[in-house]
């Protein structure tokens, strides 16, 4: 299946996480973890359409650069920047999340919202992360993760939809290998509630992308993904880390 070229990841996963029945919580629990701060410069790694950015920088009056490998996605996230009267505060641009073009040591914090661009390359990712993060700025991956041992056909099921999950201790290697210290750890969803469930996702498919949407929903690779959720096979973590200044 190649559901990637026909509904992006980014619309796919915000069909299932409605803003305000799922994604603000988790993004209010990776605030308080990551503690931003008036003025400061973030970097949003795999924005999507941009939701998640444009409510830090009203919320927190931060400035953002947001990055997506999906020039569509970055397209509708401009739009809703100007509608929201943000264009000034949150700068969007599609970007490789494995080579990002920005210059060492630029922002005081770096989010990555690595379900959205999954996980395969996760290791680079976060050096990425790491490289321009600020000494003693903050690195925070929202991540997707084993909570037990898959099946072998769920884990290629998820692999369709580009989400390559791994067991938390993993992205906490992940985190020590690129550099970062001062580890922490949350669960994202404390009640184990991350991906919503029943006809609301058909009606929210239909409304983002019509008979497109309704078809990705409704396809094997997704119903796995919210079956894995519901499970509590596949749960969705936060890990911070600081970077440490060099010697």
């Given at each position: 299946?190649?559901?990637?070229?026909?509904?992006?990841r980014?619309?796919?996963?915000?069909?299932?996480?409605?803003?305000?029945?799922?994604?603000?919580q988790?993004?209010?629990?990776?605030?308080?973890?990551?503690?931003?701060?008036?003025?400061?410069?973030?970097?949003?790694?795999?924005?999507?359409?941009?939701?998640?950015?444009?409510?830090?920088?009203?919320?927190?009056?931060?400035?953002?650069?947001?990055?997506?490998?999906?020039?569509?996605?970055?397209?509708?996230?401009?739009?809703?920047?100007?509608?929201a009267?943000?264009?000034?505060?949150?700068?969007?641009?599609?970007?490789?999340?494995?080579?990002?073009?920005?210059e060492?040591?630029?922002?005081?914090l770096?989010?990555?919202?690595?379900?959205?661009?999954?996980?395969?390359?996760?290791?680079?990712?976060?050096?990425?992360?790491?490289?321009?993060?600020?000494?003693?700025?903050?690195?925070?991956?929202?991540?997707?993760?084993?909570?037990r041992?898959?099946?072998?056909?769920?884990?290629?099921?998820?692999?369709?939809?580009?989400?390559?999950?791994?067991q938390?201790?993993?992205?906490?290697?992940?985190?020590?290998?690129?550099?970062?210290?001062?580890?922490?750890?949350?669960?994202?969803?404390?009640?184990?509630?991350?991906?919503?469930q029943?006809f609301?996702?058909?009606?929210?498919?239909?409304?983002?992308?019509?008979w497109?949407?309704?078809?990705?929903?409704?396809?094997?690779?997704?119903?796995?993904?919210?079956?894995?959720?519901?499970?509590?096979?596949?749960?969705?973590?936060?890990?911070?880390?600081?970077?440490?200044?060099?010697?």
């Amino acid at each position: 299946m190649a559901l990637g070229r026909r509904i992006s990841r980014a619309t796919l996963l915000a069909v299932h996480q409605p803003w305000h029945g799922v994604d603000e919580q988790i993004h209010r629990r990776l605030a308080r973890l990551a503690d931003p701060r008036e003025g400061q410069e973030v970097l949003w790694v795999g924005c999507g359409t941009g939701r998640s950015p444009l409510w830090w920088a009203a919320r927190f009056k931060v400035h953002v650069h947001a990055v997506d490998q999906d020039p569509e996605a970055i397209e509708q996230a401009e739009r809703s920047a100007r509608e929201a009267g943000l264009a000034d505060r949150v700068i969007f641009q599609a970007a490789d999340p494995g080579n990002l073009p920005h210059e060492d040591r630029t922002f005081d914090l770096v989010v990555l919202n690595t379900l959205y661009g999954g996980s395969a390359q996760a290791p680079r990712v976060i050096g990425e992360a790491a490289r321009v993060a600020r000494p003693l700025g903050v690195v925070v991956g929202v991540v997707p993760t084993w909570l037990r041992p898959p099946a072998e056909r769920d884990a290629r099921q998820l692999a369709r939809l580009g989400v390559l999950p791994y067991q938390m201790v993993e992205w906490k290697q992940f985190f020590r290998d690129a550099g970062l210290v001062e580890l922490a750890v949350e669960d994202a969803a404390l009640d184990g509630t991350w991906l919503a469930q029943g006809f609301g996702v058909v009606a929210r498919a239909w409304r983002a992308a019509r008979w497109v949407g309704v078809s990705a929903v409704l396809s094997s690779p997704a119903a796995a993904l919210r079956r894995l959720s519901r499970s509590r096979v596949l749960g969705l973590g936060i890990v911070k880390g600081t970077r440490w200044p060099h010697e």
